[in-house]
């Protein structure tokens, strides 16, 4: 059973910074993609970045394209998304998710989520 433990969020104020991780268990952490994604009030879960097996490949939603950075180490079994310049739209609860395929439809395995708060 994959177990996912998100950490790093809290609230910070717009045009700051904050690096999430997701540390992965019980499952091939190192054989398998992963993705963040953020539900924030009232609206629908979203895809937000998306990062291969290897670190070789990522992709990104529009909205934080050229401000969020997702990466892995396989070593430690922990994904992360540095965010940078955040802005009061991307006040969410961030999920990390393993296995997911193509186009941002998500795999079976959620973390509990953290919640980020930007203040304006």
């Known amino acids: 059973q994959v177990q996912l433990v998100e950490s790093g969020g809290g609230l910070v104020q717009a045009g700051g910074s904050l690096r999430l991780s997701c540390a992965a268990s019980?499952?091939?952490?190192?054989?398998?993609?992963m993705a963040w994604f953020r539900q924030a009030p009232g609206k629908d879960r979203e895809f937000v970045a998306a990062?291969?097996?290897?670190?070789?490949?990522?992709n990104y939603a529009d909205s934080v394209k050229g401000r969020f950075t997702i990466s892995r180490d396989n070593a430690k079994n922990t994904v992360y998304l540095q965010m940078n310049n955040l802005g009061p739209e991307d006040t969410a609860v961030y999920y990390c998710?393993?296995?997911?395929?193509?186009?941002?439809?998500?795999?079976?395995?959620w973390g509990q989520g953290t919640q980020v708060t930007v203040s304006s």
């Open positions: 990062i291969s097996w290897s670190g070789g490949n990522t």
């Open positions: 019980g499952g091939t952490f190192s054989n398998s993609a």
């Open positions: 998710n393993a296995g997911p395929g193509p186009n941002g439809v998500p795999g079976n395995y």
